[in-house]
């Protein structure tokens, strides 16, 4: 059993920063592929980002593209997201996930453990 908390979210103006941070308690940090998806109001879930086991190999939504970075410590059991000029439109609750499949990054299917979110809100 995995737990995932984050923090990290808040209010920030357009052009701004904020950065994510997932705690995960449990054995085996780095056997899991750790993604980051976000859901805004009225809207369905979406992938943002996935990084595999070692950190060689990420993936990042169209949208967030050249914006955020993802980035795991192994030793501190700790996935990060580095957002940078953020937008209203980037306006979410953001989540952590942990995935044991190393198929399907972006499908949040895939994901078997998610924490409880971080809101992130981005003023115009």
């Known amino acids: 059993q995995v737990q995932l908390v984050e923090s990290g979210g808040g209010l920030v103006e357009a052009g701004g920063s904020l950065r994510l941070s997932c705690a995960a308690s449990?054995?085996?940090?780095?056997?899991?592929?750790m993604g980051w998806f976000r859901q805004a109001p009225g809207k369905e879930r979406e992938f943002v980002a996935a990084i595999y086991w070692n950190g060689r190999f990420s993936y990042y939504a169209d949208s967030v593209e050249g914006r955020f970075t993802i980035s795991r410590d192994n030793a501190k059991n700790t996935v990060y997201l580095q957002m940078d000029s953020l937008n209203p439109e980037d306006t979410a609750l953001y989540y952590c996930?942990?995935?044991?499949?190393?198929?399907?990054?972006?499908?949040?299917?895939?994901?078997?453990?998610w924490g409880q979110g971080t809101q992130v809100t981005v003023s115009s």
């Open positions: 449990g054995p085996t940090f780095s056997n899991y592929v």
């Open positions: 996930a942990a995935s044991d499949d190393r198929y399907g990054p972006r499908d949040p299917q895939r994901y078997k453990y």
